[in-house]
């Protein structure tokens, strides 16, 4: 490979990776926020549409019972993710493990939608 189409491979996937956070970081982040009570950036993660369908106060509502759930456990441990399925660049879906510091475990299903380059929670089930 020359050393322009090698500077050029370099230069697309910087700006790739520089495009924003991967839809993984976005799953990992959201439960991280929850655990650790931070309901606001948690609730930045949540789509544009949710946010329109539902009032903040029922959005921050559903985050808080989560971070008591989590806290009920002791806290997190460790957030796994598989799957990763990405459909068309604009939706993903994982599934996800949540492992308490007491050992229990909880699975979800979490849906993300892509909006202006930026990945959001659609659901998380």
């Known amino acids: 490979m ?14 790739l990776a520089a495009c ?3 839809s993984n970081d976005v799953v990992v ?3 991280n926020d929850i655990a650790h009570g931070d309901t606001e950036q948690a609730a930045a993660r949540f789509s544009p549409l949710l946010h329109a369908k539902f009032t903040d106060d029922k ?3 559903a985050i808080d019972d989560w971070s008591r759930e989590i806290a009920t456990h002791g806290g997190l441990r460790d ?18 493990t949540l492992r308490y510091r ?3 475990t909880k699975e979800l299903k979490t849906t993300l939608v892509q909006t202006e380059g930026n990945w959001y929670i659609a659901s998380a089930l």
């Open 102 to 104: 007491d050992g229990k």
């Open 20 to 22: 924003g956070r991967s």
């Open 59 to 61: 959005i921050h509502a």
């Open 79 to 96: 957030i796994s993710t598989s799957g990763g399925v990405i459909l068309y660049n604009e939706l993903a879906r994982y599934d996800v």
């Open 29 to 31: 982040g959201f439960f």
């Open 2 to 15: 020359s050393g322009w189409k090698r500077l050029l491979s370099v230069m697309v996937f910087v700006a």
